[in-house]
């Protein structure tokens, strides 16, 4: 019966997962050209080589958690194989982490239905499918669903520890602890702070033991590799907390309450529809994790849900109180503060479920609410194909384009620079890979007060970086002759998204 029940949740759920990439089959996002970049990178030097190039204009290396990466790379699959095929790998681990849950839910219940209930709410919960506002988690290739799964794991571990008393948990969370260090830098956050707030509840040491005991073992056995990473960790928060500091980051203006009421007044509702999705935290827990809203309404009706000897309540309460501490402006720099509640869904999960085990109605109503949004979700996910179809023919432009060039897209995400690193022979302005500091200080020069490339200072950029083609978001500026170039530089519109701009030598 237990072998049915996982096959039947191996269909289910990855059939669910893998759904939209078949549907919108050339969707790949921004991050998943880094990742096969990466990928090809270690298989060609391995882990050890600092990688010095001129890819990046200026002197780079490439420093990133590379766990998955070094294990993805042992495949043998080609370079134009893999980029076939990286939308099922994500699917993949998702499902198998929903099976493991289902396990271990079925380990605590010994039952079948409850466990069947629980993995069925979190498959349908908008946030653990859908891939807006804090991007894709299971529909392109990043290891930010490695490293929360891993992370989260860490957590049920322990939770087993405490119910069980066996030690053998405590170890096996403990050796987890490198492997989140090697997946991705943002759950180390949330271990570390969910950790540390768990452990004020009742000051049970072992919770704070695991990341600490965890941490030097990993600087134990990759001294080298551990400091560097550590490093670059600090450097990118650094970095990051300045960049809010001065409003000169996306996440700056979350949660303004000037900018909501300007839109109620406006009743432009598709731009409501993206601030609450996008821009507004407390409305996108609202919408797309309901089950959190059930489970503080619960907390504050009834009291005698409150626990703080269970560790289940106290996980809960933790990633919660985390994600109001994160919404305030200072800390926003910290990573989306909704991210840190994925790390101790399960026992939301598993408090929610046992409540809806005598209030069916509500149980199959959360399942329509989601299964009504992952139908809206795929309706919005194919509507995002333009700025594909425009990187497309850009790819083939440069493709055709013999002289190795360098490139500035503005904003950098636009058409996607990683793409065109990994899919030509072209180098792109990058400064978040540059070695010398002074380098990265000197291109901050050239940023407009919303952190984009200042178009005023565009030939100074030329001249200083021997830029070669420029790729502009007609969001940014409408037409050809808003940007004053020289007459060496040849103007296509791409689309009604994209212009581009190319040295007339090169054409």
């Known amino acids: 019966m237990l072998l049915f029940y996982l096959f039947f949740i191996f269909i289910v759920s990855f059939f669910l997962r893998i759904l939209p990439r078949l549907i919108n089959n ?9 990742h096969l970049f990466f990928i090809e990178y270690i298989r060609k030097y391995g882990i050890n ?70 993995v069925m709410l979190y498959l349908f919960t908008p946030y653990m499918f859908t891939f807006q506002s804090t991007g894709p988690r299971i529909y392109s290739l990043t ?23 066996n030690y053998i948990y405590l170890i096996i969370a403990i050796l987890f602890v490198p492997l989140v260090f090697l997946t991705s830098k943002f759950s180390v956050q949330a271990l570390f702070f969910i950790s540390f707030i768990s452990f004020l509840f009742n000051f049970d040491y072992e919770i704070i033991l695991v990341p600490i005991i965890g941490t030097f073992v990993f600087i134990l056995f990759l001294p080298y590799q551990s400091i560097k990473l550590i490093r670059w960790h600090y450097y990118h ?73 269970d560790y289940k309540y106290i996980f809960s309460l933790s990633g919660i109180l985390i994600y109001f501490i994160i919404n305030l402006k200072p800390l926003l720099f910290l990573g989306e503060p909704e991210r840190y509640i994925n790390h101790i869904y399960f ?32 309706y919005m996910f194919n509507k995002i ?37 990994y899919e030509t022979q072209h180098n792109v302005l990058h400064d978040e890979q540059w070695v010398k500091v ?3 200080l000197n291109l901050k ?26 790729i502009v978001s007609k969001t940014i500026v409408n037409n050809c002759k808003r940007i004053k170039l020289s007459q060496e530089f040849f103007c296509k519109e791409i689309s009604k998204h994209t212009l581009l701009f190319i040295r007339k030598p090169l054409l």
């Not at 780079?60 to 790998?89: D, G, T, V």
């Not at 409305?283 to 797309?288: A, G, R």
């Not at 026992?347 to 399942?367: A, K, P, Q, S, V």
């Open 237 to 309: 928060m650094k970095t990051f907390y300045y960049s809010v500091l001065r409003n000169k980051s996306d996440v700056s203006s979350k949660n303004d309450i000037y900018h909501f009421i300007s839109l109620l007044k406006s009743k432009s509702y598709k731009k409501l529809y993206y601030y609450s999705l996008y821009s507004n935290t407390y409305l996108t827990v609202i919408i797309k994790y309901p089950i959190i809203v059930l489970y503080i309404i619960l907390i504050i009706f009834q009291q005698n849900l409150l626990d703080y000897y």
């Open 385 to 421: 194909n333009h700025l594909n179809t425009d990187a497309d023919i850009i790819i083939n432009i440069l493709k055709k384009i013999k002289p190795k060039s360098n490139i500035v897209c503005i904003p950098q995400y636009h058409i996607g620079l990683w793409r065109i690193v």
């Open 347 to 378: 026992f939301i999960l598993l408090t929610i479920t046992e409540f809806l085990t005598t209030h069916n109605i509500l149980f199959y109503i959360l399942i329509i609410y989601g299964f009504i949004f992952y139908i809206l979700d795929l």
């Open 445 to 470: 020069n050239y940023f407009s007060h919303d952190n984009l490339l200042d178009l005023k200072k565009i030939n100074e950029i030329i001249k200083i970086y021997n830029i070669d083609i420029i």
């Open 438 to 440: 002074s380098d990265r």
């Open 26 to 34: 050339e969707f790949r996002d921004y991050d998943t050209y880094f």
């Open 49 to 118: 080589r600092t990688m010095k190039t001129n890819r990046f204009i200026k002197e780079s290396q490439l420093i990133y958690p590379w766990l998955s990466h070094l294990i993805l790379s042992y495949i043998s699959i080609s370079k134009e194989n893999m980029i076939k095929y990286e939308k099922y790998i994500n699917p993949l681990i998702d499902t198998i982490y929903i099976q493991i849950i289902f396990l271990f839910t079925y380990n605590l219940s010994n039952s079948y239905i409850f466990s069947i209930k629980l």
């Open 143 to 165: 290891t930010r669903l490695h490293s929360e799964i891993l992370c989260s794991l860490i957590f049920v571990l322990e939770y087993f520890y405490f119910i069980h008393n």
